[in-house]
C-alpha cells in the first residue's frame, strides 16, 4: 500500500488563489519532498523537510510537517496557470523512496 | 533539463516480448531509481541500485530485472510483456543512497499490444 496520501485527489481553483494540498504518511520518517508533475513528464522535485522541522518556504511554496499527525502540508500561494500539475509527496520508508498518490491541480486564468 | 537521460522515449511491442529500458544518471550522481507510472497503480517503486549494487526493492515482478553498470547506467529489462506493463517508466538518479533530492528523466512510455 502507499505510504503517502494525498488529499484532495483534485483540485480546481482561479489565478491569484491559494492552493493547498495535504500528504499523510504511515511511519515515522527522516524527511518528506514534494515533487511536481506536469501530464505525461518527470517529477520534478519541489522542496525537502526533514523531520526536525515544522516549516519551510522556497518562493511561493509553503510546506508545513506536522510528524505527530504524520502529515504534511504544501501551500502554493498566489496561483498561476502554469502551476497547473500534479503534485505529489514522497517519503523514505524502509530505504526507500515512496511517492503518493498525488493531488492534480488545475489553476484556471 | 534534469541531467537524466532515458531511452527509448516511446516503444510498441506486442505481448509476450521483450524490452530494455536504458538510463544515464546526472554526471556524479551513484543511486539510480525505477518507478512505473500507470493510471491505476499510480507511481510505484521498482528498484534502486547504488554503485553498482542493488540497494532497495520494490514492487518489481519476476518478469522484470534491472542492472547499473560500472560506468553507472542502467538498464530496466522486462520480458514476457502483458497487456497491464504499459505505463511510464521513469528512471531517476541521485548522488546518495538515501534521503536525497532525487532527479527524474522525461520516461520511456512502453504501449503493450
Known amino acids: 500500500s502507499q505510504q503517502g496520501e494525498e488529499d484532495p485527489q483534485a483540485l480546481s481553483i482561479q489565478e491569484g488563489e491559494n492552493a493547498t494540498m495535504n500528504c499523510s504518511y504511515k511511519t515515522s520518517i527522516n524527511n518528506l519532498q514534494w515533487y511536481r508533475q506536469n501530464s505525461g513528464r518527470g517529477l520534478v522535485h519541489l522542496i525537502l523537510?526533514?523531520?526536525?522541522?515544522r516549516e519551510k518556504h522556497s518562493g511561493r511554496l509553503r510546506v508545513t510537517l506536522d510528524t505527530s499527525k504524520k502529515s504534511s502540508s504544501l501551500l502554493i500561494t498566489a496561483s498561476r496557470a502554469a502551476d497547473t500539475a500534479s503534485y505529489f509527496c514522497a517519503t523514505d520508508w524502509a530505504d526507500k523512496l515512496i511517492f503518493g498518490t498525488g493531488t492534480r491541480l488545475q489553476v484556471f486564468p | 533539463d534534469s541531467g537524466v537521460t532515458q531511452t527509448p522515449k516511446h516503444l510498441i511491442t506486442a505481448t509476450g516480448q521483450r524490452v530494455t529500458l536504458r538510463c544515464s544518471p546526472r554526471s556524479g550522481d551513484l543511486s539510480v531509481y525505477w518507478y512505473q507510472q500507470s493510471l491505476d497503480q499510480g507511481l510505484q517503486f521498482l528498484i534502486q541500485?547504488?554503485?553498482?549494487?542493488?540497494?532497495a526493492k520494490g514492487n518489481i515482478l519476476e518478469r522484470f530485472s534491472a542492472q547499473q553498470f560500472p560506468d553507472l547506467h542502467s538498464e530496466l529489462n522486462l520480458s514476457s510483456l502483458e497487456l497491464g506493463d504499459s505505463a511510464l517508466y521513469f528512471c531517476?538518479?541521485?548522488?546518495?543512497?538515501?534521503?536525497?533530492?532525487?532527479?527524474f528523466g522525461e520516461g520511456s512510455w512502453l504501449t503493450v499490444v
Open positions: 531517476a538518479s541521485s548522488a546518495g543512497s538515501r534521503g536525497n533530492t532525487i532527479y
Open positions: 541500485y547504488y554503485n553498482g549494487e542493488e540497494r
Open positions: 523537510i526533514r523531520s526536525n522541522e
